[in-house]
């Protein structure tokens, strides 16, 4: 199943604490035009500024027949009003599809296990494991740093879950990033 609807919900410039803004575009079908993906742009173009750098979450599935430039213009449009930007990405994206949303740098990922070890050419089985913690700490920690990426959790099913968080600049301005395991 695709989306047929959109819906998002942004601060009201004209509302201090007040309900957010909410934004209805019903799509002609589920295969995104590009008229309906133009409409979107403007949609996003025209949100206030982010006051207190609110987020936006891509997850869920997305628009069907959408160019993968569609999501990192989606993104850096969202990062230049000041909105941090989550992407959840989906099991059907391709390794290359999933490389060019990182290189947008959105402000936290979270794939799944199987995403993640789609992304190193690797089966979900081969990520999988008590003796692949490490592994997959490393391999996010090193994407995070890699695509400028503030946090990125890899779910890791009954594993937990392992977090890469940016936490500060060393003394030489270099970015540190912590791992966590849950």
């Given at each position: ?6 819906f ?12 957010p803004?909410d934004?209805?575009m019903r799509?002609?079908n ?25 987020i936006v ?58 995403e ?13 494991g ?17 695509y ?7 779910s890791?099913?009954?594993q937990?879950?392992?977090a ?7 003394v ?11």
């Open positions: 199943r695709s989306r047929t609807s959109l998002l919900f942004a601060p009201d410039p004209n509302k201090v604490n007040g309900p803004l934004i209805h799509l002609s589920p295969e995104l035009t590009l008229d309906e993906a133009r409409k979107i742009m403007e949609m996003l173009r025209g949100l206030p500024p982010a006051k207190n750098r609110e979450i891509w997850g869920g599935q997305v628009f069907a027949g959408a160019p993968v430039e569609f999501y990192t213009n989606a993104i850096k449009i969202l990062q230049s009003k000041g909105y941090r930007v989550l992407a959840d990405f989906k099991s059907f994206l391709k390794p290359e599809e999933m490389v060019a949303i990182m290189r947008a740098a959105p402000t936290i990922i979270k794939p799944n296990l199987e993640f070890a789609r992304l190193f050419g690797l089966s979900h089985e081969q990520m999988k008590q003796g692949k913690i490490r592994y997959v700490a490393e391999k996010a920690w090193t994407l995070a740093k890699e400028d990426i503030e946090m990125l959790i890899v890791m099913e009954e937990g879950a392992i890469v968080y940016f936490n500060g600049f060393d030489d301005g270099r970015k540190n990033y912590s791992v966590i395991h849950v």
